[in-house]
């Protein structure tokens, strides 16, 4: 069984401060749930099925700290729109299922940040979709077309209006839709856990190493302790296959970051860009770009089948060098940043491009298959499954279902391992010019 592994690399969660440590588990323990990933969906389910029954006994556990998972390891836009596919699809009200939904899960984030004062640099900076070459503006004349027929609003920046904000010329133009939030997210994830709800327990650094069905319940072994519970909350990504569910639907696909020092005085008048933005690319194969409110470039490209889940050390310095060519192109007098960290993390995408939401097995809920937006959809997903499990029946919870499918069956691991990298050099070829 593969658990998931922390490589010590990752920017967000390097930078933290005062990390809190929360007390081990041994021995037996006897849970009403157990909430098994403390990503997004874990910490919204837990948080929401603790307000919902106030006297269940939650356990929300990790074989990682939370926040060294996917969910605080990604570029920190939570996206109020539909992902491409789902904006390409004639259906309007899917669409609009889907925008209220991400911007429930935006409220319910704000309301816990404002709440508990989770210092995670949240901001309502909106995003930029961003265009290099003919391609990639070919890509963004049918983003415009989509938002423009889905009724959403946008501003289109020419470069020269671009460079101002971002600081580079290498852009010809970008769709900026105002409804995104940038935010750190390692530092969102630890705020969460740190402000759980007297009835959750969370214990970190502890992997469910194998689930048991009983006569009534369940019985969860960790290294150190025998869990009992009533009912179990899969928030494990890529891994719920692992623990025995969705297998052969959930393709592992890696992508990766890196992010510099922060910019000096000096180097900041010589970028003469603004802080605090956010550009994904207009072409899925390009490269992600942010500038944080403490002066850190960050550049995200690349992607990885990943069937061993964890970053392999060994890839890290080849995709650091791409990551440093891909500044120097757009900063070209900021060589002297030096990236500082970079690192991998993996998400769970499906073949048909259709997520997972609900019940898997008597007890056993779960949901997946984000396809790398999970900030938003997996927070939304945790909070409607808790309400699926105490029997509220809400508009929203009817949406999440309407809008939640079944990924569809992968082929072979051998094709899969053959095909799907064949797959993403094409595409990296395809879209050089976006990079
Ligand atoms: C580099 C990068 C950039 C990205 N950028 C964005 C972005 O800007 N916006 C966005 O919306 N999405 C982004 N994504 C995708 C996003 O991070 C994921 O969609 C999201 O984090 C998934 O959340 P989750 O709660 O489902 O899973 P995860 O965050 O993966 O949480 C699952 C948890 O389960 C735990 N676990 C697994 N197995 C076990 C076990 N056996 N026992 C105990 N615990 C276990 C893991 O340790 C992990 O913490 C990005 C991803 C990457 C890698």
């Known amino acids: 069984m593969i658990l998931p592994e922390y490589d010590g690399r990752c920017g967000w ?9 929360f007390p081990a588990l041994e021995g037996d323990a006897r849970f009403d749930t157990v909430i098994v990933g403390g990503g997004f969906v874990g910490t ?3 948080r929401r099925l603790a307000q919902n029954c106030p006297d269940e006994r939650v356990l929300l556990i990790d074989a990682l700290k939370l926040g060294q998972g996917a969910s605080g390891r990604n570029s920190g836009f939570v996206i109020d729109q539909p992902h491409k596919r789902d904006l390409e699809r004639a259906d309007d009200p899917f669409k609009r299922k889907i925008v209220r939904l991400n911007r429930i899960a935006m409220e319910h984030l704000e309301q816990q940040i404002a709440d508990f004062g989770i210092d995670c640099q949240w901001s309502h900076a909106g995003k930029y979709q961003g265009a290099v070459g003919p391609r990639g503006l070919k890509f963004l004349a049918h983003y415009e077309q989509l938002l423009r027929n889905f009724g959403e609003s946008y501003e289109r920046l020419s470069g020269a209006e671009l460079r101002a904000v971002l600081g580079t010329d290498y852009y010809s133009a970008a769709i900026f839709t105002p409804g995104g939030v940038l935010m750190q997210p390692a530092a969102l994830m630890r705020g969460l856990a740190d402000s759980m709800p007297a009835n959750v327990r969370v214990v970190e650094n502890t992997p469910v190493q194998e689930i048991r069905r009983q006569t009534q319940g369940f019985t969860l ?8 519970c009533r009912r179990i909350v899969l928030a494990t990504s890529i891994f719920t296959a692992e623990l025995g569910f ?17 910019l000096t005085d000096a180097e900041m008048a010589c970028f003469g860009g603004q802080l605090d933005w956010g550009l994904t690319p207009a072409d899925h194969a390009g490269t992600t770009m942010r500038m944080t409110q403490d002066r850190r470039l960050i550049i995200r490209n690349s992607y990885r089948y990943a069937p061993e889940y964890n970053t392999p050390a060994a890839i890290l310095p ?16 900021l060589k002297e940043v030096e990236i500082v960290y970079t690192w991998g993390g993996a998400t769970s995408l499906s073949a ?27 927070t939304v997903s945790g909070l409607m499954l808790a309400d699926m499990m105490c ?20 082929p072979p691991k051998l094709l899969l391992r053959v095909g799907v990298p064949l797959r993403m050099a094409l595409a990296r070829f395809a879209s050089r010019s976006e990079l």
């Open 221 to 228: 072994k960790t290294p150190t302790s025998t869990l009992s």
């Open 13 to 21: 969660y390097e930078l933290l401060e005062n990390v809190s440590a």
């Open 44 to 46: 919204a389910a837990a």
């Open 318 to 333: 080849k995709i650091r060098a791409r990551h440093r060519e891909g500044l120097d192109q757009r900063y070209p007098a």
């Open 352 to 378: 048909n491009f259709e997520t997972y939401f609900g019940q898997l097995d008597e007890g056993i809920y779960s949901s997946g298959c984000d396809q790398s937006v999970g900030a938003a959809r997996g």
């Open 246 to 262: 969705k297998k052969d639907r959930i393709l592992p696909v890696m992508t990766f970051a890196s992010m510099t020092r922060p």
């Open 391 to 410: 029997g509220k029946n809400t508009e929203a919870l009817r949406d999440m279902q309407e809008v939640s499918g079944n990924p569809s069956c992968l």
